[in-house]
């Protein structure tokens, strides 16, 4: 051998997997792409800027913490991009940039880095930042939802309209159907995003196609996704509308890509499952008993809060003294 | 009989990229009889050997040149020539040793001792297929060079009732099992049926991962070809699947059984051995002739002309690589046996030894290079780790100076397979970790043993 440099001696394994955790942060804002595009088309370009402007705070504020905090540069990894990517989708329409902006900077700040940064942190970061915007500046969060483009081609309305759920819970199920009984018809409306809600909400089918790009390249699995629409389901099967339930208010967004959050969910196949129930549970009694129509936000922090303990309870099944000779 | 279902272990385990498109197809090849061998008296764990000749002796190939006092196992010489000093010597994996030198000169023929068959080899007792198991100086080929015979010496309480044979060769990179089924498969059989015989088993079950067809084609040929015999041979193509050839999982895989954790296969009626080393132990029992040669793979980026190589123990491995065409220009790292769970090599001017099947040459930084991050709580080694640990637990524990508190998530039980340092996307060095808890909770364990 040509001995020009001393060999490394490094531990084993000497291979390793292609996957890290920048790349899967970066596959998941990327599999966000076709959501925020169609955003972008319901709602009009402005809904861009709102986007924008999360992200934006969520990576001022993770470079100045880094900074202050004296830790190498963390921008890069992709995570404060996906928690300001994730809140703006999850804001109405009409908030305006600069309110994104702080929910961004917040959420990254008192949700994430003060904790330690990534892999630290207790509650979804994202969340916290909506939490914190729904507390100040209420209105905007609960009135700025956008009339949205009627149906492919037609122009937009520059008016507001409740969403569906919001219908639901103050009108009753058939005008939440009424309202929703655009040009394809309800279901159609509701799979297809012709409709009032969040900005990355409001297209289920959309929302899928990013969940499969991230199962197929296993950044999640199914198991948390199925069980918090399992727990709601469960909870909102005799309230009449559980389809209407299943299919808005960001239950999509919130399933396969918060409540799915590596560090805010719990690491055993068990925990997932007991996790994701409670905060679908949590959801549907914050719709139909609480004061938010939503409801996937606070039910996501609840849910957070009790990770460490779900960790601890569901533990991997180890055969300590299984199997005999036969 | 040839069985075709697909088997494998159930829990945990990944998929590295096998790369071992490089050497499948070479057939093994002879290394040219060596002027000079270093064979270091350590060759396996216990105490070393003791040399039964001095500096000057003329030794053949063959012949016995060290002893083990204890439980160990003989050291034999593999060339002819003159004992040119026994000193202290690099050593691949302690980084010296005491070993025996032997030289020639290039006009000396090589002379071996002659190899008379045993024409009742196969009706041998097992207590003398023990005792020239021994005398052959056979360990472990699989890696864990451990010596035979200590391994077929079967506790009193232990009721083996399965002898299953190793040939997943689940490493990645590494084909040197693959070459021994495909070109030698009746010795692999032969080999089997005496173990068989030793250990008074009816029921012998060879693991082969279903990705090596052409494997489980040529034995399963040449088992048809085999005389009728009381012992039932059976091959099971298990799933491509690391760590496939893992004792537990290979067990399970063959005859479902579980082992229980800080157990030996044993505990369910199993014995577990290599392939290579029943190929070994044939030659003891039929010729009475030691372990003197490895089939060594060696292969890697890092290699010019990747080969399956038969060489004398105690070849240096820098002359296993130049006869390999030399190393590329970049590498940066040598692994001694496979790479997921070999140890990496300080230097190449170190003698081949027992148990070392293959010599990866890896090129570019270590996957360590990089340093870790944070664990993210991903759940990937939890889904990785094939005993159902939880390393994420020990890491972030052994971070904060807490290891001594780690048992419960599996400290002791870890066998280094290293799939949940492969997974983790944080690049966490959890196999390091779970080695600092064990070490950790064993010394707190002591010491409480001490005090009470
Ligand atoms: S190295 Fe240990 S903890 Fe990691 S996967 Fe293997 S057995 Fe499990
Ligand atoms: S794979 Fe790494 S990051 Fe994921 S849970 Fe395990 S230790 Fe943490």
Redesign the interface.
Known sequence: MSATRPLILSPGPHLHSVESTSRIMWWVNGSLAPAVAWGAFVFGPRVLLTILGSIAGAVVAESLAARMLRRPASVGDGSAVCTGLLLSLTLPPLVPWWIAFLGGAFGILLGKMIFGGLGFNLFNPAMVGRAFLMASFPLPMTAGWAAPRPWFGAPLDAVTTPTPLTTLREHGLSAAMQSLSGHGGPWNSLLMGFRSGSIGEVSMVLIALGAAVMLVRGIIRLTIPLSVMAGLAAVTAFSGAPGLHLLSGGLWLGAFYIATDYVTSPSTQGGRIAFGLLVGVLTGVIRMFGGYPEGICYAVLLGNAMVPAFNLWFRPHRRVLAGSPS | MVKRLVATFLRGG?H??PHKEATRDLPVVDFPASLQVTLPLIQHLGAPAVPLVKKGDVVRRGQKIADSPDSGAPLHATISGKVKNIDRHPHPTLAISQAIVIARSAEEPLVEEEWIEDPNWQECPPAEILARVREAGIVGLGGAAFPTWRKLTLPPDA?V?VLVLNGAECE?FLTSDFRLMVERPREVLEGALVIARAIDVYDVRIGIESDKGEALERMGAELRRLPASPVEISLVSCATRYPQGAEKQLVQATTG?????RCLPSA??VLVQNVATAAAVREAVRFRRPLMDLTVCVTGPGVMQPRNVRAPIGTQL?EL?DFCG??R?G?????AGG??????????DVPLVKGMNGL?L?TG?????GGY????????C?EA?P????P?QVGVYVEAGRQVETETF?AL?CY?C?CC???C???R?L??FMQVAKSAVRRSQAAKVLKG
Do not use: N
């Open positions: 990944i590295p990229d009721r009732d990645p059984r579980l082992v229980p954790l369910v009626g820098q690589v030399g190393s220009e590498t940066s790292r040598v692994i790479p997921m769970m070999g140890r990496s090599l300080p230097r190449l990866v890896l930084p270590s996957p360590y290079t991050d944070a664990c993210v709580h991903c759940g990937r939890l780790c005993l159902g640990l939880e994420d599996g039980d280094e290293g340092t492969y997974a996307p944080s690049h060095p196999v390091q």
